[in-house]
């Protein structure tokens, strides 16, 4: 599936691209979904969004010019999910339609939105705008604490990761352009304190060294090995 403008329009979509909810092991494979032209708030903008949703894959997908071009939302439940070899850029958030038609938004991450996701995995993949997940607090009519134990392994772009996990959290594996936020002293943030309660600091492990990690792919490791027990 991909995404297109009709003739005389620079938008692909009004707002959302695919949207998975209360579902498991859905897989969305080699899809490319890009300029959202509504990138306001209330929910508008997410070119994929898993919700309440269990073992779903996305792989081999391409997000650009969303309001958060891959995204764990609403509601509480969403647990093993994979996004395997993704690539998100240009993530904009727009306050006002006047912001966005003067092109005065600001980045918008890629993230773990809402309501505590569990063990999900982001692997092999490319942020050039950014990914997060921590304690957005009253944000988003009450997100909390966005996620619990998920993993960020081999990732690269030119964005920002920020790794704010309740607990335990692991990014292992990036190159030496992705920054990378997991210490407890994070100012100048839209969410204010957004490690707040969080501790322990993510587990971090081959930063600036993802070349070197292995496997490339944590989720195609473990498939392989699956199937040998098999």
Not at 42 to 52: I, K, M, P, W
Not at 137 to 156: Q, R
Not at 167 to 173: R, S
Not at 215 to 225: K, M, N
Request: aromatic residues 10%.
């Amino acid at each position: 599936v991909k995404s297109f403008a009709q003739p005389g329009h620079a938008y692909h979509l009004r707002s959302h691209g695919i949207y998975i909810a209360e579902s498991f092991q859905v897989t969305v494979s080699n899809c490319q979904l890009e300029h959202s032209e509504n990138l306001g708030g209330g929910g508008n903008g997410y070119l994929y969004q898993v919700s309440t949703t269990n073992e779903a894959l996305i792989k081999d997908c391409i997000g650009r010019y969303g309001r958060h071009n891959f995204a764990i939302n609403w509601d509480f439940g969403s647990i093993g999910n994979v996004f395997l070899r993704v690539e998100s850029s240009e993530g904009r958030i727009c306050n006002t339609l006047t912001d966005q038609l003067n092109d005065t938004c600001y980045k918008g991450d890629s993230n773990i939105h809402h309501s505590l996701a569990t063990a999900n995995l982001f692997d092999a993949s490319v942020f050039n705008d950014g990914l997060e997940v921590g304690n957005r607090k009253t944000a988003s009519v009450g997100a909390g604490m966005t996620g619990t134990e998920n993993v960020f392994w081999n990732l690269s772009g030119t964005g920002l990761v920020r790794a704010y996990n309740l607990g335990m959290g692991y990014v292992i594996g990036t190159s030496p352009e992705l920054e990378v936020h997991t210490d407890m002293t994070l100012t100048g943030y839209p969410y204010p304190d957004f490690y707040e309660d969080t501790a322990p600091e993510d587990f971090t492990e081959h930063l600036n060294f993802g070349d070197q990690l292995e496997p490339v792919s944590l989720y195609e490791d473990q498939l392989a090995r699956r199937a040998a027990i098999q």
